[in-house]
C-alpha cells in the first residue's frame, strides 16, 4: 500500500492514465477470478460480471478523456491526439478543458468507489486511489477563498 507524500493524488488534472490502468490491473483478475468460481446463474457471477463489466466502460472512458480516444492504441502510453483544426477562442478552450476535468473527476469518482471496498488489501494504492474534489489546484484555491470570503470556515488548511 503507497502512501508516499510525493505521489498522494490531489486534483483530477493529477489522474493518469497510469492511475486507471493500474485500477484495472488490480481489479480485473479479482472480479474474473470470482466470475470462474462461480456457476453462470448465481449471483455472485452475476455481480462480479456487473462490476467487471463498469470497471471496463470507467477505465476506457477516463482513458479517452486523458490521452483521447483509441485511433487504434491499445493502452497507456500513447502519443496524445493532435489538436483540432478549428481554432478555439480561449473561452471555448477553458470550458472544454473543464468539461473534460469534470468528466474525469465523475469518472475517477465512480471507479474509485468501486474500489474502496479493497482498500485494506495487499496492492491498493493509497496515496493515489481515492476521490478527488477539485478540478484542479485553481479550483481548489477558488473554493477556499469563497468559504474564506462568506465567514464559513476559518480552520487551517495545508
Known amino acids: 500500500m503507497s502512501t508516499d507524500p510525493e505521489r498522494t493524488l490531489h486534483h483530477a488534472v493529477d489522474v493518469t492514465a497510469d492511475d486507471v490502468w ?3 490491473g488490480f481489479l480485473t483478475p ?3 477470478a470470482l466470475e470462474r468460481t462461480h456457476h453462470d446463474d448465481t449471483e455472485e457471477h452475476r455481480t462480479a460480471a ?3 463489466e463498469a ?3 470507467l477505465v476506457m472512458a477516463l482513458d479517452a478523456q486523458i490521452v483521447g480516444p483509441p485511433r487504434g492504441r ?5 502519443a496524445a491526439p493532435p489538436a483540432p483544426s478549428t481554432t478555439l477562442t480561449t473561452d471555448e478552450r477553458l470550458a472544454a478543458e473543464k468539461q473534460r476535468l469534470t468528466a474525469i473527476t465523475e469518472c475517477w469518482n465512480q471507479l474509485c468507489g468501486i474500489l474502496h471496498p479493497w482498500r485494506d488489501c495487499d496492492g491498493y494504492d493509497r496515496a493515489r486511489w481515492h476521490r478527488v474534489t477539485f478540478l484542479d489546484a485553481a479550483a481548489e484555491a477558488e473554493y477556499h477563498r469563497l468559504v474564506d470570503e462568506a465567514g464559513l470556515r476559518r480552520a487551517e488548511r495545508p
Open 22 to 24: 493500474a485500477i484495472a
Open 30 to 32: 479479482r472480479l474474473e
Open 50 to 52: 456487473a462490476l467487471a
Open 55 to 57: 470497471v471496463s466502460a
Open 74 to 78: 491499445i493502452r497507456k502510453g500513447s
